[in-house]
């Protein structure tokens, strides 16, 4: 029986996985923007794991962090103010919790991450992170992000990292492509008006 029960769960795991996987290559078809895709990968992610809140980073060619989606439930805990919270999106240095997962290349799953040596208290009005899920974004073996998740009430799990971990590789071919067609577009744009904008030679 207790065999039959492992079995039965590693079924029902796998299925969830690709559930997931699905539905976000479902909901990124209809995506405009890279942003978007972004944003719909969050909330699955929050949904699937039963997180609070949640971002995506994703490393800037400075090398550096750039926060290029954020949950609601995040802003709506962030006691700061607006206008300075918006300052700590972009630019960030690669260093704390988030940074190790960069720097690892590995996910982490921290369920008491204030005892953790890496651990950086965050920022001022920032809700408290009691537990966090962090996973590695790659494409085609380089690692240029993270999604990282916190605040599961009973603390994240190999199942979690399992599940984030298949999610987001998909998320990185959905917001390859888009990235790739929003640059297609841009340049379509630009031959436009440089067209325009020549005198008629004719």
Not at 83 to 92: G, M, P, T
Not at 170 to 199: C, D, I, Q, Y
Request: glycine residues 8%; negative net charge.
């Amino acid at each position: 029986i207790t065999e039959r029960k492992k079995a039965e769960e590693n079924i029902r795991g796998e299925t969830a996985k690709l559930s997931a996987v699905s539905y976000l290559l479902q909901e990124t078809l209809m995506c405009d923007t890279a942003a978007d895709v972004s944003r719909v990968c969050l909330q699955a992610a929050e949904k699937l794991t039963g997180s609070k809140f949640g971002l995506i980073c994703k490393v800037n060619p400075t090398g550096r962090f750039d926060i290029i989606a954020i949950s609601d439930t995040g802003w709506d805990a962030c006691r700061a103010p607006k206008k300075d919270a918006l300052l700590l999106l972009k630019d960030l240095e690669v260093r704390g919790i988030r940074g190790k997962v960069i720097r690892d290349e590995q996910s982490v799953i921290f369920n008491d991450p204030a005892s953790h040596p890496d651990w950086i208290e965050p920022p001022p009005g920032h809700p408290p992170i009691t537990s966090f899920l962090g996973v590695p974004l790659k494409s085609k073996g380089r690692t240029f992000g993270l999604i990282g998740l916190g605040n599961k009430e009973s603390g994240y799990n190999s199942a979690d990292q399992e599940m984030v971990e298949m999610l987001s590789l998909a998320f990185a071919e959905a917001l390859h492509g888009k990235e790739v067609e929003e640059a297609l577009k841009e340049s379509e744009e630009r031959n436009r008006a440089l067209l325009t904008a020549m005198p008629d030679l004719m």
